[in-house]
């Protein structure tokens, strides 16, 4: 066997054409009916196939050559001579000047104005409201009636005068107000009945006051035409005579002097106005 495998080995071809094999394993195959290669793939072949080979390696390392660094020469320069620089003249700065947004400002207005109510009873009426401040005005309406509905049995003759101070929410009197007035009024009363009523031998008019609350807007496009609703109420003292409403004679016989008090509405409007201005430069309209 040691013969056989120290030979030289050389290919032959086995059981098919092409294939080659080494003609050792061939020779050991057929020793002793194969049994000398069986011994051999049962004892050797399984460990040498599971052999395997470490293979390592070396380098050196081998430092990098270095070369010479190269030093410039310094050339030395001349420093030039230095420039002055020329004088500049200043900037001039332009500041542009603030722009102050114009205020509004507040300013009086009178009002001359007429109650739509009144002239509905037939009572002429004029009032002048002016401005006293912001938010504050005095008003002072007059009213007027001396003649009869068409018979003399029908009347609501009058002269009366309600001063009013006004606080309105506006700083520019407009809008919404409350007022507190005074009252003083004298009449002569009698609607179709069988008594007519009037003040005390006609010295004692209705004396009181009251307040009230109301509304102003402006109307129309030229904003000096104004319209107002009001509505008061207050309490009177009153002192008056009550005669026989009688047609045939101008006064009746008088039944009765009557004093007391009256609670209840004393002030309706609805008026227009028209407005000046008391200043005119500036201001809101």
Known sequence: M?????????????HHAGTHIDNRIVKLKQLDDGKVWQQMNRLYFSRMRNAYAVIVTYKEEIPPIREPITVPAITEVEPEPAIEPEKAEPDTVTVAEPVIPAVEEWHR????????????????NVAVEVDLAKHWSFTLPVYYSAWDYFKSTVKFRTFALQPEFRYWLSEYNDGFFAGAHFGLAYYNLATDGDFRYQDHSRETPALGGGVSIGYRL??????????????????????????HNTPRTKDGLMVESVKKTYWGIDQAAVSFSYTFDLKRKGGRK
Do not use: C, Q
């Open 2 to 14: 040691l013969a056989i495998l120290e030979e030289e080995a050389r290919l032959t071809d086995y």
């Open 218 to 243: 402006p109307i129309g496009k030229s904003d000096r035409w104004r319209m107002e609703f009001s509505l008061g109420a207050g309490v009177y003292s009153l002192h008056y005579d009550k005669f």
């Open 109 to 124: 207005h009178l009002h001359l104005k007429t109650n739509a109510l009144g002239w509905g009873l037939a009572i002429a």
